[in-house]
């Protein structure tokens, strides 16, 4: 219940982001607009993000996991229906926006109730696949707007605004499935609320004995006393990213800018690019997606247990590296004019299923290695300030290069979104945290703990 219920937060995002991307070139017959606003309004959905982020993440701190992840995908549901109704560019940017603070909000309430929940010894492998249902909300996406924009079928005017309505039905129903889930009890500690905490974790060992019909090993690790608190000052918690963590806040910012850069130049502007270089129809765009959305949701089933065996530090360096490598290779193909649409959706593919895993241990990253009382603080600080640095400006800066009509400018494009996946792997190679199979505890201690010698 908790992977269906909070994962699904990655498959709206997926889906979101796949409708922007499969729909920009139907967008601009539609709405009238250029590819530069095309690439705009993703650009504002993606500051939405930012924004909802750092408001719904200290909400997420101060008032608890179950009661934000409630609300930011009330505010998702909201705005996504509201964009089916757009009539002009300002109206669908201001839109986008709103979803985008919902999605925002999303990722801080999510990531942090999910690390608090899911075991330490299967943690990593659990977040990157929870992260990968992305994938299959742009698999659904690229197959809802092959039926949706197809003309025979629904008129394209109608068809966008109808695949807006998929995502607002999917929040509808998960809302109510997350009415069932508990509170971290984690936080309920921090809180004063032991007994609540208790009870969660009790009935969660029950089943489990009932399940598996023998007992749970006792508990071996040393008890942490905690003082309860209630909120965290600004002052703490700037303190804490800015001075005394500043090398793994260095290391999450550097993760998180440079996926975000990569991610969101080639997603929201795909549609753009099999339109203009390889004359493939604005309508079926959707299909060449399909087969490296599913790719990206390969990776982290398929490779995504190593970050638990091999180790956080080592995964993270060789997937980020790999995928810079690649996305060289594949741009300096296209910019010699070798591949076809099919090709260059079979380049995307292998690049994606090493990509996806590097950019979901950004987020892991984020969420593991800060105290309980700023995770999801931290998160929305990093994922805000990463996708400011390295994703808002990216799709209108692609959208831009491939309007201009040239391959090498598309091409050169690439070369920085790879030089700043190399950068990731160099920064994680240098600061890196072996957290794999540890409590988040062992690796960041919460700001709340009392040591013995601080016991009167």
Not at 258 to 280: C, E, G, H, K, P
Not at 420 to 425: D, E, F, N, S
Not at 426 to 444: M, P, T, Y
Request: proline share 4%; net charge neutral; hydrophobic share 50%.
């Amino acid at each position: 219940m908790v992977v269906v219920g909070l994962g699904v937060t990655w498959l709206l995002d997926g889906l979101e982001v796949t409708l922007a991307g499969t729909i920009g070139a139907v967008l601009k017959e539609s709405l009238q607009i250029s590819d530069t606003q095309v690439g705009t309004t993703a650009t504002f959905y993606l500051a939405g993000a930012v924004v909802g982020a750092l408001i719904f993440g200290y909400a997420t701190d101060r008032l608890g996991r179950k009661r934000l992840f409630i609300v930011t995908l009330a505010v998702y549901l909201g705005a996504t229906l509201l964009s089916a109704f757009s009539w002009n560019f300002w109206s669908y940017t201001v839109f986008r926006f709103l979803t985008g603070m919902g999605i925002g909000g999303e990722y801080a309430a999510i990531n942090s109730a999910v690390d608090e929940l899911i075991p330490a010894r299967v943690r990593g492998h659990v977040d990157l696949m929870i992260n990968a249902t992305y994938w299959f909300g742009a698999a659904l996406g690229a197959v809802a707007t092959v039926v949706l924009l197809d003309n025979r079928v629904i008129p394209p005017n109608i068809g966008w605004r109808l695949s807006f309505a998929v995502g607002a039905f999917l929040g509808l129903i998960i809302i109510l499935v997350r009415h069932c889930l508990p509170e971290s009890p984690r936080w309920l500690m921090t809180h004063g609320r032991e007994e609540e905490a208790e009870r969660i974790v009790s009935e969660v060992e029950q089943q489990i004995q009932q399940g598996t019909g023998r007992p749970l090993p006792p508990v071996t690790a040393k008890p942490l006393k905690i003082r309860v608190r209630h909120h965290t000052p600004w002052r703490e918690i700037v303190r804490h990213i800015v001075v005394v963590e500043r090398k793994r806040s260095f290391l999450s910012l550097t993760l998180m800018a440079s996926q975000a850069f990569f991610y969101n130049a080639i997603f929201f502007t795909y549609a753009l690019l099999l339109v203009r270089y390889y004359q493939v129809p604005a309508v079926s765009a959707g299909r060449y997606l399909l087969p490296f959305a599913l790719g990206n949701a390969a990776g982290p089933f398929l490779i995504g247990r190593l970050f638990d065996t091999v180790g956080r530090r080592r995964m993270i360096v060789a997937t980020y590296a790999l995928t810079g490598v690649l996305l060289a290779i594949s741009g300096w193909l296209f910019e010699q004019g070798v591949l076809t649409a099919v090709t260059q959706t079979i380049a995307w593919t292998v690049i994606f299923f090493v990509a996806s895993c590097a950019a979901s241990s950004a987020y892991l990253t984020a969420s593991e290695v800060f105290p309980l009382e700023i995770r999801a603080m931290a998160i929305s600080v990093f994922y805000s300030i990463g996708t400011l640095v390295g994703g808002v400006g990216a799709p209108m800066f692609f959208g831009g290069l491939i309007g201009s009509g040239f391959r090498k400018d598309v091409f050169e494009g690439y070369l920085f979104a790879a030089a700043l996946l190399m950068i990731g792997a160099a920064v994680a190679a240098f600061f890196g945290v072996d957290a794999e199979r540890k409590s988040l505890e062992e690796i960041s201690a919460p700001l709340s703990a009392v040591y013995d010698d601080e016991l009167p």
